[in-house]
C-alpha cells in the first residue's frame, strides 16, 4: 500500500462536509517525480449538497442515489503522508485522521510569492501555461484536482530540491507559517505589526488556526 498520496474531495459544502467524491493517487518516489496507484469513489453523503458546493463541482444529489454511502470511505492502510492544496479541508471531511499533512498550497504561496492568485487553476496556468486550458476543463472532480496537485507538486519540489517525503512536510510545516495577517481588520499587516492587544484577544479564541497560534507564539519567544 501506499505511504504517501496526493489526495482530493468533493464534499456537501463548507459547513460540516460530507464527502461526496474522492480521489488520491500514489507518489511512489520525489526523483524522479512518479506517480503510481489511482482510486476514485462517489458517495452518498445522507445530507443535501449545498448550492454553492453544487455550483463548483456541479455533482447533483440524484447522481449519488446508489453509492456507498460516505462514512464507508478508508485511507489506505499504514498511509503516512496526505497531499493536498489546501489538504486541511479534505483531511477534516475524512473525519482528521492521524496522518503527515502536506498542504501545497503553503509550499506554492512560499515558493512563488509572486503570483497573484494561488489557486490550483492559477498556478496551473503559471507553470504549464500551454497545456493549462484543455486540463482545467475537467477542474474542481477530484480525479482531475490530483493530477493538477500533482503538477504543482512536481515544480515545488523541482524548484525546493526536495527528494524526500520527510523534508517535504518539513518544508510545508515551515511554509505553513504565515507571515502576515490573512483575514480580519489587521489583514495584509506583518505579524509583528499586528497590535498587541488584538494579538491577546485572538489567541483567547478557540478556533484560531494552529499555525498562526504558533506563529505568534514563536515572535513573542523573539521579543523576550
Known amino acids: ?16 462536509p460530507a464527502i461526496i467524491e474522492a480521489a488520491w493517487v500514489a507518489v ?16 452518498q453523503p445522507g445530507k ?14 440524484e447522481e449519488l442515489v446508489d453509492c456507498p454511502p460516505a462514512s464507508s470511505f478508508r485511507l489506505p492502510d499504514d498511509l503516512q503522508y496526505l497531499i493536498g492544496h489546501n489538504i486541511d479541508f479534505d483531511w477534516q471531511a ?5 496522518v503527515k499533512r502536506i498542504c501545497t498550497l503553503a509550499l506554492a504561496r512560499k515558493v512563488w510569492p509572486e503570483v497573484d492568485s ?5 498556478l496551473l496556468y503559471f507553470l504549464e501555461r500551454k497545456t493549462a486550458r484543455e486540463r482545467l476543463r475537467e477542474a474542481h472532480s477530484a480525479v482531475a484536482d490530483v493530477g493538477i496537485c500533482g503538477t504543482i507538486l512536481d515544480h515545488v519540489c523541482h524548484r525546493l530540491e526536495i527528494t524526500h517525503m520527510e523534508s517535504l512536510w518539513a518544508a510545508s510545516k515551515n511554509a505553513r507559517l504565515p507571515t502576515h495577517m490573512t483575514f480580519g481588520k489587521h489583514k495584509g499587516l506583518p ?16 478556533n484560531v488556526d494552529p499555525f498562526l497560534r504558533q506563529a505568534f507564539m514563536a515572535l513573542d519567544g523573539k521579543k523576550n
Not at 48 to 59: D, K, R
Not at 94 to 98: D, M, S
Open 1 to 16: 500500500m501506499p505511504s504517501a498520496i496526493i489526495f482530493d474531495t468533493e464534499a456537501t459544502g463548507i459547513i460540516e
Open 28 to 43: 511512489d518516489s520525489l526523483k524522479p517525480f512518479t506517480l503510481g496507484e489511482t482510486f476514485h469513489q462517489r458517495y
Open 48 to 61: 443535501p449538497i449545498s448550492l454553492g458546493a453544487l455550483a463548483t463541482h456541479h455533482i447533483m444529489d
Open 94 to 98: 475524512i473525519g482528521q485522521p492521524e
Open 118 to 122: 494561488h489557486s490550483q487553476s492559477a
Open 191 to 206: 505579524l509583528a505589526e499586528v497590535p498587541k492587544d488584538y494579538v491577546r484577544w485572538l489567541l483567547d479564541q478557540t
